[in-house]
């Protein structure tokens, strides 16, 4: 049996359409990309605006919402950043089932929940570092050392609860990996702080295998995270703390300045 044709677009639609493409791209505006996003393909470049204004006729730079990334609300919270910014939630989400089955308290939980937000939703390097300071506000003290101090404390072992160096470690940084010395220097800090079980108990649930058969929710967290993390009224980013640049710039990455 033949379909019937899909009937052609009249010339008053094709002529809507063709305004509609127009509107939408002298609407659109040039987003910007920073020297890091380039150095990971081992540039260190930077377009020249007027030159790409130049290119562009008609157009201006973004200084706001980029429109090819999920909207967020105008006061996002730490859920909204978690649905729509991070690009993988499993591997934290794994993590803090396992802290939570264990029982641990709700502190240590959060903590596992939000250990590596430094990679999965910002940048790889010193992510432990770059994670614990976009929370530092919100959070108690020792949820964000702890997740700071994560990043020395996951290269070496603690027998006392049965910790070893991951074989995954050895997969991705081969066998001869050591680490640098600033690193070294923050776990021996690190050993000596009250804290430190804390943040070895990060280590101890990180899921160092991801499980691809094991599926978790956020919904499993959001009763931690509302005791736990403080949720500005105004939204992350417009609540004037030392990291609210930080959630604006996971909020809008391509803006020009
Ligand atoms: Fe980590
Ligand atoms: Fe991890």
Redesign the pocket.
Known sequence: MNTPAQPAMTLSELADEHEEKMLHELNSKLPAKSVLFGMADGKIEIANGNATLAANPGKVFLMGEDKRLPKMPDKPQLIDFLRLRMASTM??LQ?ARHARKAGLPEKIVLACLL??IG?VGFIRCDHGYWGSQMIEPYVDEEISWAIRAHQAL?FYPDESVGYTYPDQYIKLFGADYKPEPYIEHAYKEALKHKWYMTSRMITVY???SFDPNTHVELEEFEDIIGRHFKQPKEGLCWDNTPSSHMWRTLNWPSRFL
């Open positions: 591997h934290l993590s250990h590596d990679v996951r990180d899921v160092y």
